[in-house]
C-alpha cells in the first residue's frame, strides 16, 4: 500500500471509533471532527472532489456539535 492509501484508512478508522465512543466524552466528538477533516484532506489528495465536501461539511457540524456540547456537560449526547 502507498502511503496515502494508509493515511486514508487511519483517517477512515479513526472516524469510525471517534464516531463509536462520541457518548462517552466530547473529546472524541473533537476527535470525530478532526478525522473527517483529515479524511477530506485524503479525499483531495486522491482527486476525489465530491468525498472531499462531504467530509468537510461533517467535520464543521461535528465542530459545531463539540462547540455546543462542551459548555453543556450535563446534556445527553445522543440527542445532536
Same mark, same amino acid.
Given at each position: 500500500?502507498?502511503? !496515502?492509501?494508509?493515511?486514508?484508512?487511519? $483517517?477512515?478508522?479513526?472516524?469510525?471509533?471517534?464516531?463509536?465512543? @462520541?457518548?462517552?466524552?466530547?473529546?472524541?466528538? !473533537?476527535?470525530?471532527?478532526?478525522?473527517?477533516?483529515? $479524511?477530506?484532506?485524503?479525499?483531495? !489528495?486522491?482527486?476525489?472532489?465530491?468525498?472531499?465536501?462531504? @467530509?468537510?461539511?461533517? $467535520?464543521?457540524?461535528?465542530?459545531?456539535?463539540?462547540?455546543?456540547?462542551?459548555?453543556?456537560?450535563?446534556?445527553? !449526547?445522543?440527542?445532536?
Amino acid at each position: 500500500m502507498d502511503p !496515502l492509501t494508509v493515511f486514508g484508512a487511519a $483517517s477512515v478508522t479513526l472516524m469510525l471509533v471517534a464516531y463509536a465512543l @462520541e457518548h462517552r466524552s466530547t473529546r472524541w466528538i !473533537l476527535v470525530f471532527a478532526g478525522a473527517c477533516a483529515a $479524511s477530506a484532506v485524503y479525499a483531495a !489528495l486522491a482527486g476525489t472532489w465530491p468525498f472531499t465536501v462531504v @467530509e468537510a461539511i461533517w $467535520s464543521g457540524i461535528a465542530l459545531r456539535r463539540w462547540w455546543i456540547r462542551r459548555n453543556l456537560p450535563s446534556a445527553p !449526547l445522543a440527542q445532536a
